[in-house]
T-cell receptor, first 111, second 113 residues
Framework: GDSVTQMEGPVTLSEEAFLTINCTYT??????LFWYVQYPGEGLQLLLK?????DKGSNKGFEATYRKETTSFHLEKGSVQVSDSAVYFC??????????FGAGTTVTVRA | GAGVSQSPSNKVTEKGKDVELRCDPI?????LYWYRQSLGQGLEFLIY????????KSGLPSDRFSAERTGGSVSTLTIQRTQQEDSAVYLC???????????FGSGTQLSVL
């Protein structure tokens, strides 16, 4: 079945540091890939997505590229801010409705 | 409403009691989903509704769990004879159609003592 493995946290960074959160997946067929973010006290929200190989999703300075050859979808941001402190979830779907999520990575950015 | 609304936001119950969790999706969204977020684990799919029917309920952990949706809108997740391992955050999401962006509620934190 489908599964997602993402790097364990917590991750603590200083402002303006570079952030990478690794995500690899196992899926049948050609899944769509997502990064969701959960800010403190808020619900999950979609950060970015990619629906086919070599697509790059981007939003709020974050980027992730769908790599079919390495079955990866790593999240990157070149210069983080305190407001980026959140829990980040990598996810995929092979059937358009059922999302499989990773365990989440807690990121804390210090001023 | 403006977003997906879940109630209650927190529920503390005793082992063996039944609980009902409510989800009000975004108006007009035909698809509705329930997920569970347990401590230290990712989100776990429970059930998917398209309209009032549930084409996929494969994620419900046991027959103590059931869900219904009425009028193509509000959904209720019921857990009977709660156990301590049921303690988790129960998240509801809705989308315009099944292959469109999901919008999540803030969840119900369930604690079974």
């Amino acid at each position: 079945g489908d599964s997602v493995t993402q790097m364990e946290g917590p991750v603590t960074l200083s402002e303006e540091a570079f952030l990478t959160i690794n995500c690899t997946y196992t899926a049948t067929g050609y899944p769509s890939l997502f990064w969701y973010v959960q800010y403190p006290g808020e619900g999950l929200q979609l950060l970015l997505k990619a629906t086919k190989a070599d697509d790059k999703g981007s939003n709020k300075g974050f980027e992730a590229t769908y790599r079919k050859e390495t079955t990866s979808f790593h999240l990157e941001k070149g210069s983080v801010q305190v407001s980026d402190s959140a829990v980040y979830f990598c996810a995929l779907t092979s059937n358009d409705y059922k999302l499989s999520f990773g365990a989440g990575t807690t990121v804390t950015v210090r001023a | 409403g403006a977003g997906v609304s879940q109630s209650p936001s927190n529920k503390v119950t005793e082992k063996g009691k039944d609980v009902e969790l409510r989800c009000d999706p975004i108006s007009g969204h035909t698809a509705l989903y329930w997920y569970r977020q347990s401590l230290g684990q990712g989100l776990e799919f429970l059930i998917y509704f398209q309209g009032n029917s549930a084409p996929d309920k494969s994620g419900l952990p046991s027959d103590r769990f059931s869900a219904e949706r009425t009028g193509g809108s509000v959904s209720t997740l019921t857990i009977q004879r709660t156990q301590q391992e049921d303690s988790a955050v129960y998240l509801c999401a809705s989308s315009l159609e099944s292959n469109r962006q999901l919008f999540f509620g803030s969840g119900t934190q369930l604690s079974v003592l």
